[in-house]
Nanobody
Framework: QVQLVESGGGLVQAGGSLRLSCAASGSMLSINVRGWYRQAPGKQRELVAD???????YYADSVKGRFTISIDNGENAVYLQMNNLKPEDTAVYYC??????????????WGQGTQVTVSS
């Protein structure tokens, strides 16, 4: 089992920055992907960014050049640095640790979510 706890959300003006953190406890043996998803009101949950065990990263087009995902292997943590935030970035952000990028797989863990609100 893996337990995830997010922090770092909040209210920020457009153009501002936030850094989300996801602290993990438990065994990382089966974890190959660490990612950040978000869900805005009335919309489906979407992948924002993820990072594979080997270090390769993925970013949604909407956040490329503004967001950066990073990990701290010593702390089993994943971070999301969000710069130049826009009102459309407003959502609940979730971290996910999983064995693969696919959904509904064994070893698939989610945090409780942290609210990010960007005012115009």
């Amino acid at each position: 089992q893996v337990q995830l706890v997010e922090s770092g959300g909040g209210l920020v003006q457009a153009g501002g920055s936030l850094r989300l953190s996801c602290a993990a406890s438990g065994s990382m043996l089966s974890i190959n992907v660490r990612g950040w998803y978000r869900q805005a009101p009335g919309k489906q949950r979407e992948l924002v960014a993820d990072i594979l065990r080997g270090g390769s990263t993925y970013y949604a087009d909407s956040v490329k050049g503004r967001f950066t995902i990073s990990i701290d292997n010593g702390e089993n943590a994943v971070y999301l640095q969000m710069n130049n935030l826009k009102p459309e970035d407003t959502a609940v952000y979730y971290c996910r640790y999983s064995s693969t990028r696919a959904m509904n797989v064994p070893y698939d863990y989610w945090g409780q979510g942290t609210q990010v609100t960007v005012s115009s």
